[in-house]
């Protein structure tokens, strides 16, 4: 079982290019999440997804975009990458919505 | 709206020294609280959880109560190993869409 897996697990981007973090489960979760991670700070959501076909903006969601075609697969999408993104980006699913979250070992993620 | 609070890091710690680490909430209603761990490089994974008031959560020789009169939910290990250095994030479960909010974390360090 591989659980969560997210690609790249580095990236470097100018401003302005666009990027897709991938993000994938093999646990038929219907839950799907994505966070961003700054240092000092903890994690907030940027967008989720509790089916396929159903996505909703979390905390943060400015600045990107989701789509959830398949129970297993979440990209999420840079289109005009900014220094303000630079961060360390963590998907996560679960079973259900008090169920635990499993999180992927995340993208580290520079623009310059 | 919710949040979670916890004291800020980093702690340092001897080994067998005892661990707290607290943690505080506001939320309207019963959140069910978890604890998760990050160790170097990874994802984050559950430590523990408590889903009403009164539970205590507890793996591998760590242990947290859920206290609904002082909102809280302090993280305890009796005597830590180098092992244990990890950052350390409570978390409530917020009861819209199965979303988690994190606390900032707290670094652990632990000395031999």
């Known amino acids: 079982n591989a659980g969560v897996t997210q690609t790249p697990k580095f990236r470097i981007l100018k401003i302005g290019q666009s990027m897709t973090l991938q993000c994938t489960q093999d646990?038929?979760?219907?839950?799907m999440y994505w966070y961003r991670q700054d240092p000092g700070m903890g994690l907030k959501l940027i967008y989720y997804?509790?089916?396929?076909?159903?996505?909703d903006k979390g905390e943060v969601p400015n600045g990107y975009n989701v789509s959830r075609s398949t129970t297993e697969d979440f990209p999420l999408r840079l289109e005009l990458a900014a220094p303000s993104q630079t961060s360390v980006y963590f998907c996560a699913s679960s079973p259900g919505g008090i169920e635990t979250q499993y999180f992927g070992p995340g993208t580290r993620l520079l623009v310059l | 709206g919710d949040s979670v609070t916890q004291m800020e890091g980093p702690v340092t710690l001897s080994e067998e020294a005892f661990l707290t680490i607290n943690c505080t909430y506001t939320a309207t209603g019963y959140p069910s609280l978890f604890w998760y761990v990050q160790y170097p490089g990874e994802g984050l994974q559950l430590l523990l959880k408590a889903t009403k008031a009164d539970d205590k959560g507890s793996n591998k020789g760590f242990e947290a109560t859920y206290r609904k009169e002082t909102t809280s939910f302090h993280l305890e290990k009796g005597s830590v190993q180098v092992s244990d250095s990890a950052v350390y994030f409570c978390a409530l479960y917020y009861n819209q869409g199965g979303k988690l909010i994190f606390g900032q974390g707290t670094e652990l360090s632990v000395k031999p």
């Open positions: 646990m038929n979760h219907n839950y």
């Open positions: 997804s509790v089916g396929a076909g159903i996505t």
